[in-house]
């Protein structure tokens, strides 16, 4: 069965930080991508980054690009997301999921992690 587990969201003001975590399961990591993704309200979710473990490509959505960082550690099946200066807009619910061709490739998503940033 495949899963995600996300943590580490939290409320932070403008400019503070946070770093999420995944943890993924159930399926062979290498297969894939892996990646985050965010749905903040009244929005509709959007692809945020993702890492290619077996050459370290990386993507950010220009929304997050010099702000963020993702990475993973592959021993413990999990994924990370380095969230600096954040602002407003980024506010959502984050989830992860393994990416293929941009897109997630599970429809069974986790709980996701809230990541509220007041201004």
């Known amino acids: 069965e495949v899963q995600f587990v996300e943590s580490g969201g939290g409320s932070v003001q403008a400019g503070g930080s946070l770093r999420l975590s995944c943890a993924a399961s159930?399926?062979?990591?290498?297969?894939?991508?892996i990646g985050w993704f965010r749905h903040a309200r009244g929005k509709a979710r959007e692809a945020v980054s993702w890492?290619?473990?077996?050459?370290?490509?990386?993507y950010y959505s220009d929304s997050v690009k010099g702000r963020f960082t993702i990475s993973s550690d592959n021993a413990k099946r999990t994924v990370y997301l380095q969230m600096n200066s954040l602002k407003p807009e980024d506010t959502a619910v984050y989830y992860c999921?393994?990416?293929?061709?941009?897109?997630?490739?599970?429809?069974?998503w986790g709980q996701g992690t809230q990541v509220t940033v007041s201004s």
């Open positions: 999921n393994a990416v293929q061709f941009q897109r997630e490739v599970y429809r069974s």
């Open positions: 159930g399926f062979t990591l290498d297969a894939y991508a």
């Open positions: 890492l290619l473990s077996r050459d370290n490509s990386t």
